[in-house]
């Protein structure tokens, strides 16, 4: 944990104003599974009720509780991303690092050197600088896009740290129409958002 805090506090030093940098490949990405591993492993052990939300082409929805057991597999989007913080994946890819003065945010952005050769399309992380408390990473942004003769998919994932994930699924089968799926999981969603 004390490598992303000294790693979260180095981005405090990013100029203001929406300015980017791209950053060479020699320096160590965020580590986005191993993160998104330890939220899995926190809900694996809280005693928060687990809800799970499908809804089908915006027209239907499926609403249940479900046991902390499922929440891994519902969680498996997000497990079977790639580790691009490890050497071997990192060099395929590019970061950019920005900060949104409208919505107080540094954002870690990663994209493909070749986007062709990748499935993983964008990652993006939202972190919250804050001096007092230490920063906070608020939100994990996925893209997967897999095209291929069996049809096209596209898998756009958001992760709200300690709160809930969306993966929304929009699949098309050769000559077939195209169908979206969105899966909301929540565990510990503040009311009022």
Same mark, same amino acid.
């Given at each position: 944990?004390?490598?992303?805090?000294?790693?979260?506090?180095?981005?405090?030093?990013?100029?203001?104003?929406?300015?980017?940098?791209?950053?060479?490949?020699?320096?160590?990405?965020?580590? =986005? %599974?191993?993160?998104?591993?330890?939220?899995?492993?926190?809900?694996? #052990? !809280?005693?928060?009720?687990? $809800?799970? *939300?499908?809804?089908?082409?915006?027209?239907?929805?499926?609403?249940?509780?479900?046991?902390?057991?499922?929440?891994?597999?519902?969680?498996?989007?997000?497990?079977?991303?790639?580790?691009?913080?490890?050497?071997?994946?990192?060099?395929?890819?590019?970061?950019?690092?920005?900060?949104?003065?409208?919505?107080?945010?540094?954002?870690?952005?990663?994209?493909?050197?070749?986007?062709?050769?990748?499935?993983?399309?964008?990652?993006? =992380? %939202?972190?919250?600088?804050?001096?007092?408390?230490?920063?906070?990473? #608020? !939100?994990?942004?996925?893209? $997967?896009? *897999?095209?291929?003769?069996?049809?096209?998919?596209?898998?756009?994932?958001?992760?709200?740290?300690?709160?809930?994930?969306?993966?929304?699924?929009?699949?098309?089968?050769?000559?077939?129409?195209?169908?979206?799926?969105?899966?909301?999981?929540?565990?510990?969603?503040?009311?009022?958002?």
């Amino acid at each position: 944990m004390k490598y992303l805090l000294i790693f979260l506090s180095a981005i405090l030093l990013l100029p203001s104003a929406c300015k980017q940098k791209k950053i060479e490949n020699n320096e160590k990405f965020f580590p =986005v %599974l191993s993160f998104i591993r330890s939220q899995v492993v926190s809900v694996d #052990t !809280s005693l928060y009720s687990i $809800k799970k *939300i499908v809804y089908t082409d915006s027209l239907h929805s499926d609403t249940e509780y479900i046991k902390r057991e499922a929440f891994r597999v519902l969680a498996k989007d997000f497990l079977d991303i790639p580790d691009i913080a490890d050497k071997k994946s990192s060099s395929r890819f590019v970061e950019e690092r920005s900060f949104d003065e409208t919505l107080n945010r540094v954002i870690l952005s990663y994209k493909p050197i070749d986007p062709d050769k990748e499935e993983l399309q964008k990652q993006e =992380v %939202l972190i919250t600088p804050d001096v007092a408390t230490g920063d906070k990473v #608020t !939100s994990i942004i996925i893209e $997967k896009v *897999i095209s291929d003769s069996n049809g096209f998919l596209q898998k756009n994932m958001l992760w709200q740290v300690d709160q809930s994930f969306l993966v929304t699924t929009t699949r098309q089968k050769p000559g077939q129409p195209e169908t979206i799926t969105t899966l909301k999981v929540t565990w510990n969603e503040r009311d009022n958002e």
